[in-house]
């Protein structure tokens, strides 16, 4: 059964990979800026944010070729908003000097589609606290990390040199990396995808 992740995520790619899962990637054809702004409108939580944004990424994959599909997205949660993936260096700046010395959420969602029906969905919230770093930090920081502040929100990546901005992290691992894995493999060992 072919497995397909609905998703440009690198760090997705490199856990299905490191997992050792076959899998093919093919990018969804969502909007997600005006799925997003849609959403948003309605007054969704982040938790139905994300759901329904992995939703729309499966299912817009899975219309359209065979197999099992994955769709996945993750939205960070603080004091009632939501915020993004930063536009450039200043902004994810702005991310971090809001994020210091507070907890935020990960809302991070998976869903599995077949011949364009949702056949399993996950969602999953680790909490975080950020440090309160010094602005001397934070500037070498940004400086060191260079553009990988930019592809995920937060404006850093647990797995790297983003560990240097926590004092602690509640919940799954893989979840703040974007994705639910263990959860998810092991729906795909009931349905045969994965060698139980």
């Known amino acids: 059964m072919t497995l397909i992740l609905a998703s440009g995520s690198a760090a997705r790619r490199r856990m299905l990979e490191a997992a050792g899962l076959a899998f093919i990637v093919e990018a969804p054809r969502v909007d ?5 702004a849609s959403l948003r409108a309605g007054g969704l ?7 329904a944004l992995a939703e729309l990424k499966a299912l817009s994959v899975s219309r ?3 197999g099992f599909v994955i769709g996945a997205d993750q939205m960070l949660a603080i004091e009632g908003d939501v915020l993004d993936k930063p536009k ?16 935020h959420e990960l809302v991070t969602a ?7 029906s949702i056949i399993w969905r996950h969602v999953d919230t680790p909490k975080l606290r950020m440090r309160a770093f010094s602005d001397v930090f934070l500037s ?11 592809h995920s929100v937060g404006a850093y990546q647990l797995e790297g040199l983003g560990a240097q901005l926590f004092e602690r992290v509640e919940g799954d ?11 998810l493999l092991a729906f795909l060992r009931e349905h045969g995808v994965v060698r139980a």
């Open 110 to 116: 998976a869903v599995v589609a077949r011949e364009g």
């Open 173 to 183: 691992y893989f979840s703040v990396l974007g994705l639910p894995l263990l959860p």
């Open 88 to 103: 450039d260096a200043e902004e994810a700046r702005i991310h971090l000097e809001r994020l210091r010395g507070k907890t």
């Open 32 to 36: 997600e800026e005006a799925a997003k």
């Open 140 to 150: 070498d920081y940004l400086e060191r990390a260079g553009t990988d502040v930019l």
């Open 45 to 51: 939580k982040p938790r139905d944010q994300a759901d």
């Open 64 to 66: 359209r070729r065979e």
